[in-house]
């Protein structure tokens, strides 16, 4: 592997641990951090989550920039109607990075606005933790595919 070919590699690898780590947090300390936001009267939440909004967006551009350079330089994208069709492992990891993207669209501009501007609709509340909640278990399937992938499961 050429020094380029592994710079893109760990690129793609930051980026995908940036969002999967970050929607790991949020998870695991979101609750805390939002009804202790609540207690002292602050906005400490709405700017982490608007923080890790933004940070998460910029690591999905890197995924897909650095994904498609990966594909191609495996020689996947000259065929890749034919690449998706031979490689089930690879179809199931874009098919689900495809849903994390929907998914995680729907909680940052639909979802989480609404469960912001409507703190006491609590449906609203639950749906984006409901999301938030399916796009770590769609995180922790692609990493597991894109191990599948790296040790030779096509």
Do not use: C
Not at 2 to 21: E, K, N, P, S, Y
């Amino acid at each position: 592997m050429d020094a380029q070919r592994a710079f893109v590699l760990w690129l793609h690898m930051v980026a995908a641990a940036t969002w999967i780590g970050g929607i790991i947090f949020f998870a695991a300390a979101g609750r805390r951090l939002r009804a202790l936001a609540r207690l002292e009267g602050s906005n400490a939440f709405r700017v982490a989550a608007r923080v890790f909004r933004d940070l998460s967006w910029i690591a999905v551009a890197v995924l897909l920039v650095t994904g498609a350079a990966n594909l191609h330089a495996l020689g996947f994208l000259q065929d890749f109607p034919r690449t998706i069709w031979d490689h089930e492992w690879l179809r199931w990891k874009l098919l689900l990075v495809a849903a994390m993207i929907v998914v995680k669209a729907l909680h940052d501009f639909v979802i989480g606005p609404r469960a912001a501007s409507n703190p006491g609709l609590r449906a609203w509340f639950r749906a984006a933790t409901v999301a938030g909640w399916l796009n770590l278990v769609l995180g922790l399937a692609v990493f597991y595919l894109a191990l599948r992938i790296a040790r030779g499961a096509w």
